[in-house]
């Protein structure tokens, strides 16, 4: 039972450089949604999906990017990265509609230099 | 508006005290639910309990409890003979029915238990 997977675990990134992080869920969770972790400031929610095809903005979406072609899968796209994006992120799916924990994946460490 | 707060931003106690981690809420939602999840030094998100609104019932778990108060907008969780391994930073969340599933959080209160 996998959970939630989230890739890389830590990654280095030069400002002006693109990257996808990666997650993926095995527990046929509607509800997925991507947040970034930054000391004093809790979890702050960038974007989130509510089922393949469906999207949306959260908190701080601004210089990321989404999308959900199946259940299973929902990766965060930095499109340009900045220093003001180095962050830990993580990954989290849970049902929608329903009470329901979160379920999050184990985080990517992202510096960019 | 909805809004999770967590005042304590750090808490030390030594090791077996009693200590109490406040959590207050803000929803205008009748239908929500309450969340803690424990970050160890490890870094993973942790799940450790999930309230509704309909339920005030106090919980316990081992050494740990949670005191429901919706007079108040309160979602206490106390640990009972605090030990080492607690240290962590303990996050209080809320969801709404009204708004999907999506998830607030507190800023965190890091709670560092001293042998």
């Known amino acids: 039972n996998a959970g939630v997977t989230q890739t890389p675990k830590f990654q280095v990134l030069k400002t002006g450089q693109s990257m996808t992080l990666q997650c993926a869920q095995d527990?046929?969770?509607?509800?997925m949604s991507w947040y970034r972790q930054d000391p004093g400031m809790g979890l702050r929610l960038i974007h989130y999906?509510?089922?393949?095809?469906?999207?949306d903005q959260g908190e701080v979406p601004n210089g990321y990017n989404v999308s959900r072609s199946t259940t299973e899968d929902f990766p965060l796209r930095l499109l340009s990265a900045a220093p003001s994006q180095t962050s830990v992120y993580f990954c989290?799916?849970?049902?929608?509609?329903?009470?329901?924990?979160?379920?999050f994946g184990q985080g990517t460490r992202l510096t960019v230099v | 508006a909805q809004k999770v707060t967590q005042a304590q931003t750090e808490i030390s106690v030594v090791e077996k005290e009693d200590v109490t981690l406040d959590c207050v809420y803000e929803t205008r939602d009748t239908t929500y639910y309450l969340f803690w999840y424990k970050q160890p030094p490890s870094g993973e998100l942790v799940f450790l309990i999930r309230r509704n609104s309909f339920d005030e019932q106090n919980e316990i778990s081992g050494r740990y409890s949670w005191n429901f108060q919706k007079s108040t907008s309160s979602f206490n969780f106390t640990i009972t003979a605090s030990q080492v391994v607690d240290s962590a930073v303990y996050f209080c969340?809320?969801?709404?029915?009204?708004?999907?599933?999506?998830?607030?959080f507190g800023t965190g209160t890091s709670l560092t238990v001293i042998p």
């Open positions: 989290a799916s849970s049902y929608f509609l329903r009470a329901s924990e979160a379920f």
């Open positions: 527990m046929n969770h509607e509800y």
């Open positions: 999906s509510v089922g393949a095809g469906i999207t």
């Open positions: 969340a809320l969801s709404q029915r009204n708004t999907g599933n999506q998830f607030y």
